[in-house]
């Protein structure tokens, strides 16, 4: 996957507004000049405040939505797993709600049923397969949303806030279908403000301020950037003796 020089303006509908330099000549920049290439099976943790450009910059990755100028290059069907997952499960049950992608590819019914039963079984939902799907939890539900995106076999998967409004549990269901995803070479995006809760799965890290890439490197990283962080909206998460491997949620 490749960005490269991406950006992504909205015009203004009344004079220049305030702000920090993201309005120039009539236009709001979203995204402005952002490049990013990522190998097959990396891990990247992508980090930013709310209005940093994130669930953009996720929409642009997808073809979702596509740049005023730039280049934006992915190999393979890119997958979604979207914040809000109630909006993103379309079946009764899990069962039926994983065959949806399949079945919208016009694939055959064995090869649909082979699918849908190697997703339950990867996000731990075979057990309730036939389970009504309204009555998961809030980590259940964020897996289902996995599981139709594993159905339509995806090389790349975006989570956007995937530990927004979790409780502990849910954190780490959530955390154990990523690191699955992790051991079995899929290239991963996790689109959060919640730095602590993925960030020792991570094998990079990048930060968004004001549309821009201001950080993309290892996560071990992290403490020489402490001074900085709170000038980007994020705050530290590690304790003065706490390393980034600290963190991990199982």
């Not at 979207?82 to 709600?97: V, Y």
């Not at 055959?108 to 039963?117: A, F, G, K, Q, T």
Request: aromatic letters at 6%; proline letters at 5%.
């Amino acid at each position: 996957m490749e960005l490269s020089g991406v950006t992504r303006r909205f015009r203004l509908g009344t004079g220049p507004a305030a702000g920090d330099g993201r309005v120039r000549e009539g236009f709001f920049y979203a995204l402005d000049g952002v490049s990013l290439a990522v190998e097959a099976g990396e891990f990247v943790l992508v980090c930013g405040a709310n209005g940093s450009g994130k669930s953009l910059l996720m929409s642009v990755i997808a073809g979702l939505d596509a740049p005023s100028s730039g280049r934006a290059a992915a190999e393979g069907r890119v997958g979604i797993v979207f914040q809000d997952a109630d909006s993103q499960i379309l079946g009764e049950t899990p069962r039926e709600d994983a065959a949806v992608g399949p079945k919208n590819l016009k694939l055959p019914r064995d090869e649909v049923n082979r699918r849908v039963d190697g997703a339950l079984r990867a996000v731990g939902l075979t057990a309730k397969a036939d389970f009504p799907a309204r009555f998961l939890s809030g980590g259940e539900k964020r897996r289902l949303s996995l599981a139709g995106v594993l159905a339509m076999d995806c090389p790349v998967i975006i989570f956007d806030e995937p530990y927004a409004n979790l409780d502990f549990p849910g954190v780490r269901d959530v955390n154990a279908a990523l690191e699955s995803l992790k051991g079995a070479g899929k290239t991963v995006f996790v689109l959060t403000h919640e730095l602590e809760k993925g960030l020792a799965l991570a094998t990079r890290l990048v930060i968004l301020a004001s549309g821009r890439i201001v950080f993309d490197g290892p996560p071990e990283a992290l403490p020489s950037l402490r001074e900085r962080l709170g000038a980007w909206g994020i705050r530290y998460p590690l304790g003065a003796y706490m390393t980034v491997g600290d963190l991990l949620w199982r």
